[in-house]
């Protein structure tokens, strides 16, 4: 197929496309009525953050989301931003944005390609199959086009695939490699099949930790679909709130987003609650995928010991163990999950920088950081709680 027959569009609402038609290319997979691999990137989700005012005008994310027509065929979308700052998107290039105005330029705006708010590997390349390769370079010289026309400092891909890692390299983007701590199920039979892979001394510290959890005074609940119902959303609601305060000063999500979840997302959601005296007092809210759960939020009005472990972590844990799954996400940061079998992954996003200077600075930089995380990845690797043959079979 030739380049010239394929027409960019960018859209500035996803009420602008039919739901069927972009997700035939966000989740080709879910055409069998299964999960789509990566919930975050289907119309339904990404219309949730529009819908709620999560992202749009006052929020410095800006939907420009593109589309790539072949004959009138949408071949490949991609969910991309003209963002005002760098806040909520867990690769921090505030330090990048900072040099670069000392020395007189103009960083913001920018363009990012990634989901708002969410530090979650997945395509962000949207391209139907068949396509892959067209797709891609269309979407990716689109992109670059649009941030040179109209003068912007850059464009970033974030939490992208390895394999898009990969083709954006060979397409001449800058790469950047950066660590999470994900679950990895080992064909565990059950929670305590896991607990056997472990050193003795982690496997009863764990046991130790869900017992004082579990005995907090109350009850741990684990909802999904139907069974999450609106009382359910204004419990989660303050723990967000809490918790967003704390950590960014303003939550991102609006309260619209919770009621959109209700109404469209709850089939994509596990919510763990922890309830004590007739009251909500703790919860998580994880993300279901094809194979991998997203734990993505947590919140508490009550604090009490090792719950925070025991709703983010071994909950989540037990269900991808019962339901199949392959992979737990657990977020951005947190050495403290590698004791509880939370294991160092590399992640990946790709860059491209108008500014030659600043992009052969940018360079040298990404290539030291690279070699310093791999550096990490390893050591934390030697330090996780596995069995020593298993932690060999594991490096």
């Known amino acids: 197929m030739s380049e010239t027959s394929i027409e960019i569009s960018i859209l500035a609402s996803l009420r602008e496309i039919d739901a069927a038609e972009w997700d035939a290319c ?77 020395a007189g330029g103009r960083y913001y705006p920018k363009l990012q390609m990634a989901v708002p708010f969410t530090p979650a590997t997945g395509r962000r390349f949207l391209v139907k ?7 891609m370079a269309a979407l990716t010289q689109g992109a670059v086009q649009i941030a040179d026309q109209n003068n912007l400092s850059s464009l970033h891909v974030t939490f992208c695939t390895e394999a898009e890692r990969a083709a954006g390299h060979d397409m001449g983007l800058l790469e950047r490699t950066s660590q999470q701590y994900h679950w990895l199920n080992q064909g565990y039979a059950n929670f305590d099949d896991f607990l056997t892979a472990l050193a003795a001394r982690k496997r009863k510290a764990i046991r130790k930790e869900r017992a004082q959890a579990q005995g907090f005074g109350g009850r741990i609940v684990a909802l999904t679909g139907d069974q999450i119902q609106p009382e359910h959303w204004d419990a989660f609601w303050v723990f967000y709130q809490d918790t967003g305060a704390r950590k960014w000063g303003t939550p991102y999500l609006t309260r619209a987003f919770f009621d959109a979840a209700q109404e469209t997302l709850r089939d994509d959601i596990l919510l763990v609650l922890a309830e004590r005296d007739g009251r909500y007092v703790a919860g998580a809210l994880n993300m279901i995928g094809r194979e991998t759960l997203y734990g993505r939020y947590w919140g508490c009005t009550e604090h009490h010991a090792c719950l925070h472990f025991e709703l983010c972590y071994y909950q989540a844990i037990e269900f991808a163990i019962n339901n199949g799954l392959q992979r737990v996400e657990a977020g951005a940061q947190g050495d403290h999950k590698l004791a509880r079998g939370y294991m160092p992954v590399p992640t990946h996003s790709l860059h491209w920088i108008r500014d030659p200077g600043l992009r052969d600075a940018i360079a040298n930089y990404l290539e030291a950081e690279a070699a310093a995380v791999s550096e990490d990845i390893e050591i934390l690797t030697s330090y996780g709680p596995f069995k020593k043959t298993i932690m060999e079979e594991q490096q």
């Open 129 to 135: 199959p068949g396509f892959e390769e067209a797709g």
């Open 26 to 102: 966000s989740a080709p997979e879910a055409s069998d009525g299964g999960r789509p691999n990566d919930p975050f990137t289907t119309h339904r989700f990404l219309s949730a953050m529009e819908d709620s005012r999560s992202v749009g005008t006052g929020t410095g994310w800006q939907p420009q989301y593109l589309t790539a027509r072949a004959d009138g065929e949408l071949i490949a979308t991609a969910p991309l931003y003209a963002k005002g700052h760098s806040q909520g998107e867990y690769i921090f290039d505030h330090n990048w944005a900072q040099a670069y105005e000392r």
